[in-house]
């Protein structure tokens, strides 16, 4: 056992004992901030009726508002439209969420409170990130259902909804590594704000997410053809229209490990450098 004092004297706060350096102990601690992050979520359900209504809104205007104007033929507009509705709100929510609340822990001191706290560092972030998972996969089944309410069907099976829906859960995690990063370098929680979404409406629009990448310019095309939306987007297509998993696929899991295994090292150091 480690006294209070010994917590309190001996500065970051990382166990030094076998025990808790254990994986035991590193999964107890990320689950512990998860579930904190989470108790925070009930205390303030604007954060999920931002991440809910935000789709539902996007679902009506692209479904009732422009879906009539758009042409993909195939199957409709709409089997088209939720898959990208589906990448647009877990991006959003993922990098959006991530980037405000980590900057707001930084800002109000509750980081130096958990430095006294005889935990690992790198759970502090762990737990962030799988909170934001688990808050976004409430947000998916409610699209679910309203996806089903406008049409949508999962063609493909169910076997192949399931894995396109962890393929999409593993992009929300990694790009909520991003915006763990973007929190933790911003001033304060305003300046987070911008920095969380300013850009992620170019990133998320010009893609295949509403329109085909053909009615685009062919310089800009150069790049939607290759974004990492598009590529989901296009794997989840595949996935719940025909049940099949091809370069598309593979190009957003690719996508995915490369943002993990750029942004969570560089998220943990920054953590441990703004934690001293």
Not at 138 to 153: D, E, K, Q, W
């Amino acid at each position: 056992m480690v006294s209070m004092d010994q917590v309190f004297a001996s500065g970051p706060a990382i166990r030094t004992d076998a025990a808790s350096t254990s994986p035991r102990w590193w999964l107890s601690d990320a689950w512990q901030m998860a579930l904190r992050n989470l108790r925070r979520i009930q205390r303030t359900p604007e954060l999920v009726m931002y991440a809910v209504v935000q789709p539902l809104m996007f679902i009506v205007l692209f479904a009732y508002v422009f879906g009539g104007a758009i042409n993909v033929g195939g199957s409709g507009y709409r089997q088209f439209l939720m898959p990208g509705i589906f990448v647009m709100m877990v991006l959003f929510s993922s990098v959006a969420a991530t980037t405000v609340t980590l900057a707001e822990d930084m800002q109000r001191g509750i980081i130096d409170r958990f430095r006294s706290m005889p935990m690992t560092r790198s759970s502090v972030l762990v737990g962030r990130t799988l909170s934001e998972v688990i808050r976004t996969l409430v947000a998916v089944v409610v699209m679910i259902v309203m996806g089903l309410v406008i049409g949508f069907r999962f063609k493909g099976g169910l076997d192949a909804a399931v894995a396109g829906f962890a393929l999409l859960l593993l992009f929300g995690c990694a790009f909520s590594w991003l915006g763990a990063v973007l929190g933790l370098t911003a001033p304060n929680a305003e300046a987070a704000s911008s920095a969380g979404t300013f850009w992620l409406f170019p990133f998320a629009f010009i893609s295949s997410a509403f329109v085909p990448t053909d009615s685009m310019p062919g310089w800009l095309r150069v790049y939607a053809d290759h974004s990492p939306v598009t590529v989901t987007v296009n794997a989840l297509r595949d996935a719940f229209e025909r049940g099949e998993f091809g370069s598309a696929a593979l190009q957003s899991f690719i996508w995915s490990v490369g943002i993990l295994a750029v942004f969570a090292p560089l998220a943990t150091a920054l953590y441990a450098r703004r934690s001293r």
